[in-house]
């Protein structure tokens, strides 16, 4: 006999009892996404679970576990993730607008065609991530940690400075990019650009708009 197998739970609840209602709720029937809309997650252990699909707009995930979890396609709009563990996360076509992704572990994770506007992402570790095709629109990446990451096609209008990290960094990107620095913030784009994140490590492309783009005659 092929034995059943064992339903996800996860290693810990969420301290706040609304959010481990809820959470239990789903539990009990995971035919429909998590709604879990402005609730509190934190102390929650909610690594390797399954939520494709969920409503997580403006929830409080702060320093959740949420390691190797399918978080595909969804909401995660206004979220608070300072802290959280996502290596190895499933986000692909995530909604990640204006949440905070400050320190965030997302090593690993895959985040294609993710959306990222207006994102706090100062010190985040990116390593590894495969961020190809996600759009990030004033995303602030000082501190932050992309050694690694790949990217493709990339609307990457960030904020950066010398200490965020790129070595590794490979792909191709449509800028400019903000680099802070000492004498005031800066847009590079173009080969400058190029220029910039090569003497780091990185071995990026820059595009052109496609709005500048040349046709042939």
Not at 59 to 84: F, K, N, P
Not at 168 to 178: A, H, K, N, S
Request: aromatic share 6%; net charge negative; proline share 4%.
């Amino acid at each position: 006999m092929t034995e059943e197998p064992v339903p996800w739970r996860p290693a810990a609840f969420p301290a706040d009892a609304a959010a481990a209602a809820q959470l239990r709720e789903w539990l009990d029937d995971t035919s429909y996404a998590l709604y879990g809309v402005g609730h509190d997650f934190r102390g929650a252990g909610l690594a390797d679970g399954d939520f494709t699909g969920a409503w997580l707009s403006d929830a409080v995930l702060t320093g959740v576990g949420c390691e190797s979890a399918s978080i595909y396609r969804a909401d995660l709009s206004g979220a608070d993730l300072t802290g959280a563990n996502l290596a190895g996360a499933d986000l692909v076509r995530a909604k990640l607008d204006r949440a905070v992704l400050r320190s965030a572990r997302l090593d690993g994770a895959d985040m294609v065609k993710a959306s990222l506007h207006d994102v706090d992402a100062s010190g985040a570790s990116l390593r590894g991530t495969r961020i190809m095709g996600a759009s990030l629109y004033d995303v602030d990446l000082r501190g932050a940690d992309l050694t690694d990451a790949v990217l493709f096609q990339n609307t990457f209008k960030v904020t950066v400075d010398d200490t965020t990290l790129v070595r590794g960094l490979t792909g191709t990107v449509f800028g400019p990019v903000t680099v802070v620095g000492g004498e005031g913030p800066r847009q590079l784009g173009g080969a400058d650009l190029e220029a910039w994140l090569g003497a780091r490590g990185g071995q990026v492309r820059v595009l052109e708009p496609h709005h500048t783009r040349r046709t042939p005659a």
